[in-house]
């Protein structure tokens, strides 16, 4: 489904964030990057869905080079792919049923989602979603008023309504608690498996890469160190991938 090959990204300021890496992801896969503080994680998103331009090296998107792409083919890529931050980025005043329906922008126009100009089919799938992420019942309350949580949640079912091939998580639950990062990393999963949704999610503790990845690559400095099996990650490893100095943090 997506193949990185060689694959560098150099800010002009002149910070190398990526170093030529270079994995595939296969289609119904949940692929979770770890690593350090810029090690180069969340470039390697933006790089995957053009937020950042890469600046050598090449992405394929189901066989299409989309590397260097602009315009309609820039937009049908985006409309495929999904994406999701650590802080929600949702419209605080607005329903979770608005927020939820703007993510059919791509489709709807600005001017219809400025006036609320939906389909029914629109509201209807955007019911559906928000049921899936477990909000049912909360349409209509303020997204400002819910749980971190609960906005994350939100913000999933946002991205589901791009019918995206692909959904792109960026530390997820970086911002959340621990009995909360759960309840997340859980709907994630359930995207996943449900709706054969390919996740590819950057997180920081092992503990949930253990209990929810099907396969882990690790960064490092922007170079990729380590890809392979969640279980196959030992003590050595993570001293490889953290340093020496690294305490593994568990969240129960």
């Known amino acids: ?15 190398h964030a990526l170093k ?3 994995f595939d992801v296969t289609p119904g896969e949940f692929l979770v990057v770890i690593g350090l503080s810029g090690s180069g994680k969340s470039t390697l998103l933006r790089c995957i869905n053009r937020l950042h331009e890469p600046s050598h090296g090449s992405i394929s998107f189901e066989g299409n ?48 989602s400025i006036f609320g100009l939906f389909t029914e089919e629109d509201k209807e799938k955007a019911k559906r979603f928000i049921k899936i992420v477990g909000l049912e ?11 971190g949580g609960q906005q994350q949640r939100v913000a999933i079912a946002r991205a589901l309504m791009q019918n995206p091939k692909v959904l792109l998580a960026d530390e997820p639950v970086a911002s ?32 949930l890469v253990r209990q929810y990845a099907s ?38």
């Not at 009995?179 to 092992?206: D, P, R, W």
Request: hydrophobic letters at 35%; proline letters at 3%.
């Open 176 to 207: 959340l608690d621990p009995a909360t990062s759960h309840s997340v990393m859980q709907y994630l999963k359930k995207v996943n498996e449900e709706l054969g949704v390919t996740v590819i999610c950057n997180l920081h503790f092992l503990s």
């Open 1 to 15: 489904m997506l193949n990185v090959k060689d694959l560098h990204k150099k800010y002009p300021n002149g910070t």
């Open 137 to 147: 019942g909360k349409e209509n309350q303020r997204a400002d008023n819910l749980s």
């Open 65 to 112: 080079d989309v590397t260097h792409i602009s315009g309609q083919p820039l937009r049908t890529l985006r409309s495929n792919v999904g994406m999701i931050f650590q802080h929600f980025n949702l419209i605080p005043r607005k329903t979770v049923m608005t927020n939820v329906l703007s993510g059919s922008l791509s489709r709807t126009g600005i001017l219809k």
């Open 215 to 252: 396969r882990v690559i690790a960064l490092k400095g922007g170079k990729l160190i380590y890809e392979g099996q969640p279980l196959e990650i030992d003590e050595n490893w993570f001293k490889t991938i953290y340093g020496e100095e690294a305490v593994e943090v568990t969240i129960d």
């Open 20 to 22: 030529g890496v270079s």
